[in-house]
């Protein structure tokens, strides 16, 4: 099974670009889809992104997408979202997510493991 660790969260402003990092330990690595969701302060956990493992395929909430990429290196065991023109809507806790078997990307309970989560807060 896979552990998670977050990097790259922060302030930034209206606009901005920033890019998160999902660093995987395991041996399986490039057989988990990888997904990245988000927490907003009294708000429920919303699907952001995913990517398959095997011939990999991208999934994006509506929100982000046009704005978000998500992508990974299997040889480096890592997964990462690319966010430009960030909005004050993308504040979140972002997690990130691994399952070895999902049949809805986008659905937070087919993934078995979670990172611990790395803020992010775009200010206007």
């Known amino acids: 099974q896979v552990q998670l660790v977050e990097s790259g969260g922060g302030l930034v402003q209206a606009g901005d670009s920033l890019t998160l990092s999902c660093a995987a330990s395991g041996r399986t690595f490039s057989s988990y889809t990888m997904g990245w969701f988000r927490q907003a302060p009294g708000k429920e956990r919303e699907f952001v992104a995913a990517v398959s493992g095997i011939a990999p395929m991208t999934y994006y909430a509506d929100s982000v997408k046009g704005r978000f990429t998500i992508s990974r290196d299997n040889a480096k065991n890592n997964v990462y979202l690319q966010m430009n023109s960030l909005k004050p809507e993308d504040t979140a806790v972002y997690y990130c997510?691994?399952?070895?078997?999902?049949?809805?990307?986008?659905?937070?309970?087919?993934?078995?493991?979670w990172g611990q989560g790395t803020q992010v807060t775009v200010a206007s």
């Open positions: 997510a691994a399952g070895r078997v999902v049949a809805v990307p986008n659905r937070s309970t087919d993934y078995r493991t």
